[in-house]
């Protein structure tokens, strides 16, 4: 079931995952794509879930959507585009730099870059039509941003950011209008781009603007990113491994539920659940079910404070995760 997520990832789509977790329903699965359902039967209907911000537990489920990495399209290949193609690598977005002059935009100087188009921007982002994609325009002048405007406005986005002068955007919005474009489409425009630290060199503004990109992917409802090195793991390893998915949190852990992570049989774990003892304690059970004939389990870690001050770390927190022996 995890390899035909991961296939169905690796094409760049998104499936609704439903994980038993229940006394009558744990260890069983099933996705849902396309309008088709598979895997194991439900007792109520997986449509419902199709819009709702997620991830949830219903009915002893934990429903998630889940989604590959997201893809960043740098538009211009300047100095500011340079120093965000290396940040976005680090925070896990996948890029793209479109810029016609191949002296600025090539491997040498976005040796992260997923991809490097060396193509005018209107004829490039005609081909660019990624699922959960976010823009950023850095191009040398008001013509191109308007140019690059016009086509990302018409197509599905999750952000868009423009870098400029108040007198260039207030410029470039004016067209935008007089072509016909609707001021609430327009205002979906991050411009000033990036949050408000004070950026001045190329490298500062880029974090400003990698700030804005995980401001953007966090409090959105697009789903649990599932990462590529935990992608490559499913398609790569042999099983037994165990998949410990983290369901939910309180106090101080640094992730999110739906975060995972793969324990395999030698001991290697792929990716995180938050770290810390909640998930040493996770790998030492997954490790005990691979010697075992236990497929599932789920518990909960509690770490008081003074737990947590014992064993060396700042605050404590609880966890509840599921392991499942694939």
Known sequence: MYTQ?????????SVLLFTGIGPDSKGKLSYYENGVLR???????????????????????????IVSAPFLIILGGGHVAVQLAKVANIIGFKTVVVDERDEFANKERFPEALSIINKPFNEALLSLDFPNSYYVIVTRGHQDDRQCLESILKKDFTYCGMIGSRKKVKLVFEKLLEAGFSSELISRVHSPIGLDIGANTPEEIAISIAAELI???????????WDDSLIHAILSSESPYAMVTLISKKG??????????????DGTVVSSI????????ACMHAQAMMKSDEKF???????????????GMICGGT???IIQIV
């Open 5 to 13: 997520i991961a296939k169905i990832l690796k094409r760049n789509q």
């Open 39 to 65: 895997g194991d039967p439900l007792p109520f209907s997986p449509e419902q879930f199709a819009e709702c911000n997620l991830p949830v537990v219903y009915e002893d489920y934990f429903i998630e959507r």
């Open 215 to 225: 401001s953007v992917k966090n409090n959105g409802a697009q789903g649990t990113v």
């Open 252 to 265: 101080s852990s640094p992730r999110s539920p739906g975060a995972r992570m793969i324990v395999l049989r």
């Open 274 to 281: 938050g770290g810390g003892y909640g998930e040493y304690e």
């Open 297 to 311: 389990q789920r518990y909960t870690c509690h770490m008081t404070n003074d737990d947590a001050a014992r064993k």
């Open 319 to 321: 966890v509840d995760v």
